[in-house]
């Protein structure tokens, strides 16, 4: 892995949560734009962070069969 995506990544939580300081967000997002890899990785992390919408379990039409 790169030396920077490490780095990137190690930031990409605090990123998430904007609680970096405005020059290392300026270097995060200058690095996501051209590494897919840390997009990839955000995506995973929001994903983490703000569960899915449930969705509904599917339904069994019980009622139908027989
Ligand atoms: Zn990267």
């Not at 930031?11 to 990839?40: I, N, S, W």
Request: with cysteine; glycine share 2%; proline share 6%.
């Amino acid at each position: 892995m790169d030396k920077t995506c490490s780095i990137v990544q190690d930031l990409l939580p605090l990123y998430e949560e904007d609680m970096l300081r405005e020059e290392t967000k300026k270097f995060v997002d200058g690095h996501l734009a051209q590494c897919a890899a840390c997009r990839a990785e955000l995506d995973a992390l929001k994903t983490d962070v703000k569960p899915a919408p449930v969705s509904a379990p599917r339904k069994r039409w019980k009622n139908c069969s027989t």
